[in-house]
């Protein structure tokens, strides 16, 4: 059984910054590609940020570039996401996700809230 528990998140101030975690049991990360996603209400789940098995690669989309930065630890069987500059529209759950390579995964974690006040 595939489990990945998200942390990390909570209330932060505008121009803040935070680092959630993704731990995860029942699969070795290195193995596998990891992303980051986030849905906001109302809107569709978007990713932030992906890593390919054995974290050679690194894929951000263009409107994430910049203040987002995914890492691994292998050793931890736990992968990052690291936000910086953060702004009120960043207000989401926020979603990691396993799988066999990018852009197809197969788990995801239950998510956890990042609130951004002004």
């Known amino acids: 059984q595939v489990q990945l528990v998200e942390s990390g998140g909570g209330l932060v101030q505008a121009g803040g910054s935070l680092r959630l975690s993704c731990a995860g049991s029942?699969?070795?990360?290195?193995?596998?590609?990891m992303g980051w996603f986030r849905q906001a209400p109302g809107k569709e789940r978007e990713l932030i940020a992906a890593?390919?098995?054995?974290?050679?690669?690194?894929y951000y989309p263009d409107s994430m570039k910049g203040r987002f930065s995914i890492s691994k630890d292998n050793a931890k069987n736990t992968v990052y996401l690291q936000m910086i500059s953060l702004k009120p529209e960043d207000t989401a759950v926020y979603y990691c996700?396993?799988?066999?390579?990018?852009?197809?995964?197969?788990?995801w974690g239950q998510g956890t809230q990042v609130t951004v006040s002004s």
């Open positions: 996700a396993t799988g066999p390579k990018l852009g197809a995964y197969d788990y």
């Open positions: 029942g699969r070795t990360f290195n193995n596998y590609a």
């Open positions: 890593v390919s098995r054995g974290g050679g690669s690194q």
